[in-house]
C-alpha cells in the first residue's frame, strides 16, 4: 500500500462514522490505503504547542518517521493533524539544525526522519491525486442543483507557508470535489470563517456556540440542502453544538455531512453503509431531497412529515421511553428516522413499531408539541391494512370479530364468587352498526 491513514484521536474516538465513509469511499475507488501501528496524538497545536513546543515538534516528528520508515505517505481526513503534520513536516525541511536535534531525539527510539514522505489531507488527496475525473466517472446517483454550502476550515488552507494545498483567500479545490458530484456549491459570506471550536477547551463555550451560529444562521437564510467539510473538530460545531441548540428549542435544521458521505450517496451507497444516521442533528431532509432525485421515497398518508423530521432531528425524549428502559436493541428515534427517509416499506414489517406501548409520555415531554406515539400509531394502521400484524394482536381482532369482546366472560370464576352472570355482548347489532358504516 503506497498511502497509510492518519486518523489523528477524534475520529476513532468520537465520530467512527466518519472513518466507515472514508474507508468505504476510497475502497470502492480501488485507492490502496492501510493503517499502521504506532501512531500517537499528532499532537494537537493550539494545546500542546504553547505548553509544550518541543514535545509538539517530537511528538510530530515521531509519527511522520513511523510512516517514512514504511515508505508510505500519509492521508489524514482531519484538518488539525493536517496542521500539525504539515507544520513539523515543513519546519525540519526548512531548518536542518533543528532536524538534526531531532533525529539525535529519535535515534533513542529506533528512528530517523528524512522528510521523503507526503502528507495530505483526505480533500487534497481526492482532487489532487484520485483526481475530479475519476470521481466524476464513479457517479451514478448525482446530486443534481442541490444546493451544498462548503466549509474548508482554517487548517485545511492556513497558514499557506506550511499548507500549500490551495489560495487560503480563495480556495476552489474542494469546492471542484463538491461540483463533479452534481451539485451546486453556494457562495456565502462566512464562507471561510473558523467555526470556533477551539474556544471551548478554554472555556469559551458560549463564545464557540455563538461563531457556529453565525454560519449557521447565514446557511438557514439561504436555505442550503446541507454543510459539508471535512474536519472532526469542525463537526463538534456545526453538527454537535447545533443539536444543542435544538434541544433549547433554536430550530437551525441545517443537515452536516462530511464531504465522504455526500460523495458515498453520488456513487449508489445507502446511507446505512456510510453510517449517516449517527450525526447528531438528523440529515434527513437532505436525504429525502436526494432520494427525490432518483424516484423519490415512499410517505405515508396522515402525517405532517416535517414534524417528523424535527422529530427525528430532535431525539431529546427517546430515554423518556418506558420501553427503551427494558429493551436495549429498541430506540424510538431509530424508527422516526427511517420514517424521514420514507423507508415505510420495511418499516411496516418491522416488530419495533409494535413496541410503542402507548402510554404518551413522548407525547407529553416533546417539545415539537408532537410527540412520536402518533406516527407509530399511523405505521401500525397502514401495517393492519396490509394484514401485517403480530400474532397476539391477529388473535385479539378474530376473538373481537367474533364475539364483540378480546377474552370470554369467566362464568365459573364469577359464580365462585357470587356475581350475577356476565352481560351479553350484542355482537349482532354491532356487526350491523359497522356494516352500516362500511356502506
Request: glycine share 8%; with cysteine.
Amino acid at each position: 500500500m503506497p498511502y497509510a491513514y492518519f486518523w489523528g484521536c477524534f475520529i476513532p474516538a468520537r465520530f467512527p462514522f466518519l472513518e466507515k465513509s472514508t474507508r468505504v469511499v476510497l475502497g470502492n475507488l480501488g485507492v490502496d490505503v492501510g493503517d499502521l501501528d504506532g501512531f500517537t496524538c499528532c499532537p494537537e497545536t493550539s494545546v500542546l504547542k504553547p505548553a509544550e513546543e518541543r514535545t509538539w515538534l517530537l511528538a510530530a516528528a515521531r509519527n511522520l518517521a513511523i510512516a517514512e520508515t514504511r515508505g508510505l505517505d500519509l492521508v489524514t481526513p482531519c484538518n488539525g493533524c493536517y496542521l500539525t503534520l504539515k507544520t513539523v513536516a515543513a519546519k525540519l525541511s526548512a531548518d536542518a539544525a533543528a532536524l538534526a536535534q531531532v533525529n539525535q531525539a529519535l535515534q533513542r527510539v529506533g528512528l530517523e526522519l528524512n522528510g521523503r514522505i507526503r502528507v495530505y489531507h483526505l480533500i487534497e488527496f481526492l482532487h489532487d491525486v484520485v483526481g475530479v475525473t475519476t470521481i466524476r466517472s464513479a457517479i451514478t446517483k448525482p446530486l443534481t442543483d442541490l444546493r451544498i454550502a462548503v466549509h474548508y476550515g482554517c487548517h485545511m488552507l492556513r497558514p499557506s507557508s506550511a499548507i500549500g494545498f490551495d489560495d487560503a483567500r480563495h480556495p476552489t479545490k474542494f469546492d471542484n470535489l463538491v461540483r463533479a458530484l452534481g451539485a451546486v456549491s453556494e457562495e456565502y459570506d462566512t464562507k471561510l470563517m473558523c467555526c470556533g471550536g477551539a474556544l471551548s477547551p478554554v472555556g469559551s463555550a458560549e463564545e464557540a456556540a455563538a461563531m457556529a451560529r453565525m454560519k449557521l444562521v447565514e446557511l438557514k437564510s439561504r436555505k442550503v440542502d446541507a454543510m459539508t467539510l471535512s474536519c472532526p473538530n469542525c463537526l463538534m460545531q456545526y453538527d454537535v453544538n447545533q443539536f444543542q441548540m435544538l434541544r433549547r428549542g433554536e430550530q437551525l435544521g441545517v443537515p452536516v455531512l462530511y464531504y465522504t458521505e455526500l460523495l458515498g450517496l453520488a456513487m449508489g451507497l445507502e446511507p446505512e453503509e456510510l453510517g449517516v444516521s449517527m450525526h447528531k442533528v438528523g440529515v434527513e431532509p437532505f436525504l429525502a431531497a436526494f432520494a427525490a432525485l432518483h424516484g423519490g421515497a415512499p410517505q405515508l398518508p396522515h402525517l405532517d412529515m416535517g414534524a417528523v423530521q424535527r422529530c427525528a432531528e430532535c431525539g431529546a425524549c427517546v430515554h423518556d421511553c418506558p420501553v427503551v428502559r427494558v429493551d436495549d436493541g429498541f430506540n424510538p428515534n431509530t424508527v422516526m428516522k427511517r420514517l424521514a427517509l420514507g423507508d415505510v416499506d420495511a418499516l411496516l414489517t418491522s416488530p419495533d413499531i409494535w413496541k410503542c406501548v402507548d402510554c404518551y409520555v413522548c407525547a407529553e415531554l416533546c417539545p415539537q408539541n408532537f410527540g412520536m406515539d402518533k406516527a407509530f400509531e399511523v405505521l401500525r394502521a397502514e401495517a393492519q391494512a396490509r394484514g401485517i400484524r403480530p400474532s397476539g394482536t391477529a388473535a385479539q381482532l378474530a376473538a373481537f370479530a367474533k364475539a364483540g369482546r378480546l377474552s370470554e366472560v369467566a362464568e365459573g370464576p364469577r359464580r365462585k364468587l357470587g356475581l350475577p352472570p356476565g352481560p351479553k355482548s350484542a355482537i349482532d347489532d354491532l356487526r350491523v352498526l359497522l356494516a352500516d358504516s362500511a356502506e
